[in-house]
């Protein structure tokens, strides 16, 4: 069976879309007939807008939207978007509506088609109306997918243009979020084998989301209310807990009107949940009960006979319930639990975004629930920072939203087949062998940061010093630079922390802790730390440089399940950094070799 890495089509090798030095060309686009970057964004920004109308009704498909314009000008002649799986995809529909306009014309789309086995339609109708360039927000995010039907389009002659790879600056940037937002559910999907998961709540300017008493109904406005609404509309399932179907008794369904109709799942460790109750109705709404395995058999047992489909878990957790809704193919859940389930979801890592309506009243009252229970952070240093965060007034309310993880880019991934050989020539895309490491005590294991090799680098006043391991330097390097006595004390902290596994725990957890004393340019220049040091690593062990050559002809890739950045994930879904540097460092090492060589022949 072919490795992961392989069934994916071409790929830009680039480590990130911003400051890293391309060894692509990049086209700062130029047609026919000129046209600005700023077309290409609002057009690109049309067509996301439009895959969004219909978002939660293509699950587990992606949005797509598709525009066409009169050759290169601003005229859309034509439009569509995919309405829900198995109906007319969004390029036939635009091509059908543009007719003989199309010729000629130019395409946006914010996702590449997924051209897959036995359905080429949306390819096919590009290339039979004449379209003469294809501008495409995100490649597939699917490994399977991705980049075919970029390739069958250019095989086709048509011009394709990828946002990020080949038009690339700050004033795609807005497009790129666009795109991203749209599909950010099958982007989580792709990338972290989970559902994208949005945690939502309505609470009173004084932080709470219940009186003491629990009633809660309401606390934010009618218009706000309708809000939720859409969300659920948008929605593959609604999680709350036990309590929240006790005290009350919700319906959980969408009532703005939209054709989508989410699951509901309670989560209730007691099952000591009511024997009627609005959610047990299924032919509103799919019900699921997910449970500790044994609970209350008698009730599960009734509740079964209604329809409601009952889960037994042996240990009831956040974590394992997205699992299983994953293994569902849903991709987007929203948590309307009260705070004492929110935390532990939260804990499990399993909440990407949040959407919190304030609404301007205060309840009071010591007891009264709060939208998150226990995390157990002290220092207010630790809390969890949002990202991207956005206000918005809805009626007499605000809603504030923002990411607790970002939307993945999957862009760029690990090398595929055809652009293995622009990383290092000496690879045979067809013939080439993985070299996975992870461990130290794996065959190439010393390949690993956390393998005992100390390197001599030069510290922050230009004096060299020894550093225990490759990690101890990197991880070290988040805080090299800072004025800060604070800072300092963490850089000599983990070059001297005991073992790399140590300065690894420590650099992340201070980077977490406090991230204002990180240095401000750390994403940008966190390959090129790595790089230095791999680089003094394999120069300085004569046995370790042997090593390295001897693997030309393999893809070397960091087999680490979790760090999906360095590593190559579970399943190829990570961007396998560490691999691509090694690979790097092995090509500038033979290349080296080999002219010193030809400099010896002709010598002698
Ligand atoms: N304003 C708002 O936006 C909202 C307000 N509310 C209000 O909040 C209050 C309820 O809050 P709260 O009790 O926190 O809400 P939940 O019932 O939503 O969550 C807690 C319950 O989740 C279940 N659960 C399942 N797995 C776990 C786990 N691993 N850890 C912890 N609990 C788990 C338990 O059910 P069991 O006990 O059955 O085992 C537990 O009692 C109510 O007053 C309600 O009106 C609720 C939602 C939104
Ligand atoms: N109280 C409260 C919310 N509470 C959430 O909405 C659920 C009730 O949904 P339904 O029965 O479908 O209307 C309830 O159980 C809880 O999850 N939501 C809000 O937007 N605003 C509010 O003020």
Redesign the pocket.
Known sequence: MPHPFFRSPPLPITPCRSNHPSPRRIITYSVAGASKPSRDVSLLRRAADLADRSAGCTSPHPNFGCVITRGSSDEVVGEGFLYAQGTKCAELQAVEAAGELARGGVVYLNLEPGDCYGDHTAVSALVQAGISRVVVGLRHPLQHLRGKAIQSLKSEGIQVHVLGEDLQGRQYEEALKSCLTVNAPLLYRAAFHVPFSVL????TLDG????S????????SRLSRGRVFELRGRSDAI??????????D?QLTARHGGGHVPVRI????????PEEAKLWNVLEAYTIV???RG?RKDLQKKLAAKGVEVIEFD????GD?MACCYDRDYLSVLW??????????IRAGVIHKVYA?VAPKIIGGSNA?S?V?ELGMVQMSQALNLVDVSFEQIGPDMLISGYLQPIPDLFPMIPSANEIPSIDPTLSPYETNIISFYKTWDPFGAFSNFSAHPIEMPYENGERTMWPSVEHYYQAHKFVGVDSPVAREFVEKIKTANSPEEAARMGRRLQREHPKLVRADWERIKTDVMYRALKCKFLTYPHLNTMLRSTAGSVLVEASPHDLFWGGGREGEGLNYLGRLLMQLRSEVLQKEASSNFTLTQST
């Open positions: 939502k709540y309505a609470m709470k989301i219940a009186a008493s629990g009633h809660a109904s309401w606390v934010s999680v709350v807990g036990g309590n929240t179907v006790r005290r009350d919700p309670v989560m209730s460790q007691t099952f000591d949940l997910a449970t500790q609970a240990i009831l957790n956040p319930v309307e639990c009260g705070g004492g389930l929110a935390a532990p979801a309506f629930p939208p229970g």
